[in-house]
C-alpha cells in the first residue's frame, strides 16, 4: 500500500516541469496530491506545515536539475 507520503513525492515527480514554471527554488509543502503552500526557506515551510498532521505530506524543494531527490517528512517524538 501506499503511503500520502509517497501519492505526494510521486505527484511532485509527475508535474515538477509545471511546478518548477511556478515554484523554482521554493520549498513546497506538498499535502494530498496538491501544493498548499509555497516558501523562500525549509525554515518558514517546516513553520507553516506543524498544523499539519504528521505523515501526511512531503516538504520538498522545486528545482530543476537535482541529482539527489531529498525527501523531508516531519515526524513528532511524543515521550
Not at 513525492?9 to 496530491?33: A, Q
Not at 523562500?40 to 513553520?47: C, G, I, P, R
Request: hydrophobic share 30%; charged share 35%; aromatic share 12%.
Amino acid at each position: 500500500m501506499e503511503s500520502s507520503q509517497d501519492k505526494n513525492y510521486e505527484y511532485y515527480i509527475l508535474n515538477k516541469k509545471e511546478l518548477c514554471k511556478k515554484y523554482l527554488n521554493r520549498y513546497l509543502i506538498i499535502k494530498d496530491e496538491s501544493v498548499v503552500g509555497a516558501y523562500e526557506t525549509f525554515e518558514e515551510a517546516l513553520k507553516e506545515a506543524k498544523n499539519i498532521e504528521a505523515g501526511t505530506y512531503i516538504i520538498q524543494k522545486c528545482e530543476k536539475d537535482e541529482e539527489v531527490q531529498i525527501f523531508h517528512t516531519r515526524i513528532r517524538f511524543d515521550g
